[in-house]
């Protein structure tokens, strides 16, 4: 079973989140979200409207 290659424009589409395989990697806290408003493993998360933790004051 091949995994299908991407095109060169796909590649230049998905630089930021693409890894040092040439696979499409999410940052970790967005992988566990089932949201579609996925952020790249290279960004650093500063406010994300959908994320509540659990250590969060209230």
Do not use: T
Request: proline share 3%; hydrophobic share 20%.
């Amino acid at each position: 079973m091949n995994m299908p290659r991407m095109s060169k424009r796909d590649k230049e589409e998905w630089n930021f989140f693409l890894d040092e395989h040439g696979r499409i990697s999410y940052n970790e806290q967005c992988r566990q979200c089932e949201r579609d408003c996925k952020q790249s493993f290279r960004a650093i998360i500063v406010c994300c409207p959908e994320y509540n933790s659990k250590r969060r004051k209230k």
